[in-house]
């Protein structure tokens, strides 16, 4: 059964940074591009970032360009969305999905970042 | 920027068709995907590929794609079915986008 469980939301302050992870089980991770796509409170689906299996190409919003920084470990089957210089608009929650260019999209259930004062 | 437009709400009675429709440029070269999220979910792709449908989606569930527009159909709709739909596709540079979003419902 494919699994993407997400990790490493809370609340932050502007300008801060958080770690999002994404911890990925029942499917050869290392042969899916990942992405991350977010949603506001009340919101629709914005995209965020791409990476294919080999981390050769990968591809930003430009809301996020310049701040956030994506990465995966295929050893240890995982996702990352490292985020800098947060923002109020950033306040999301964030889900980890497999290939959303193709018939095995597949989404995890999110975790929750504030960014608030 | 590259935006899909898909109108904000659709209603139908239960047993009747919907269909939610998805405009953008790039449409004409570029497939077209369908995500159902129902309320407090997360997405679940229901279309793909304009209008491939995954395996242990219903029957009921058809997409197409003509010109511009992309279109998700449901024959026979079922109060299940209520949730908010979002088309997603990629510009022809690669970059990825989804739709506003449309939410349906059923009563």
């Known amino acids: 059964e494919v699994q993407l469980v997400e990790s490493g939301g809370g609340l932050v302050k502007p300008g801060g940074s958080l770690r999002l992870s994404c911890a990925a089980s029942?499917?050869?991770?290392?042969?899916?591009?990942m992405n991350w796509v977010r949603q506001a409170p009340g919101k629709g689906l914005e995209w965020v970032s791409a990476?294919?299996?080999?981390?050769?190409?990968?591809y930003y919003a430009d809301s996020v360009k310049g701040r956030f920084t994506i990465s995966r470990d295929n050893a240890k089957n995982s996702l990352y969305l490292q985020m800098n210089s947060l923002r109020v608009e950033d306040t999301a929650l964030y889900y980890c999905?497999?290939?959303?260019?193709?018939?095995?999209?597949?989404w995890g259930q999110g975790t929750l970042v504030t960014v608030s004062s | 920027s590259y935006e899909l437009r898909q109108p904000p709400s659709v209603s139908v009675s239960p047993g009747q068709t919907a269909r939610i429709t998805c405009s953008g440029d790039?449409?004409?070269?570029?497939?077209a995907y369908w995500y159902q999220q129902k309320s407090g979910q997360a997405p679940v792709l229901v279309i793909y590929?304009?209008?491939k449908r995954p395996s242990g989606i219903p029957e009921r569930f058809s997409g197409s794609r003509s010109g511009t527009m992309a279109t998700l159909t449901i024959s026979g709709a079922q109060v299940e079915d209520e949730a908010d739909y979002y088309c997603?596709?990629?510009?022809?540079?690669?970059?990825?986008?989804f739709g506003g979003g449309t939410k349906l419902t059923v009563l």
């Open positions: 999905a497999r290939d959303l260019d193709s018939g095995g999209g597949y």
């Open positions: 029942g499917f050869t991770f290392s042969t899916y591009a």
């Open positions: 990476i294919d299996g080999t981390s050769s190409y990968i």
């Open positions: 790039a449409l004409p070269k570029k497939y």
């Open positions: 590929e304009n209008s």
């Open positions: 997603y596709s990629t510009d022809t540079s690669g970059k990825k986008v």
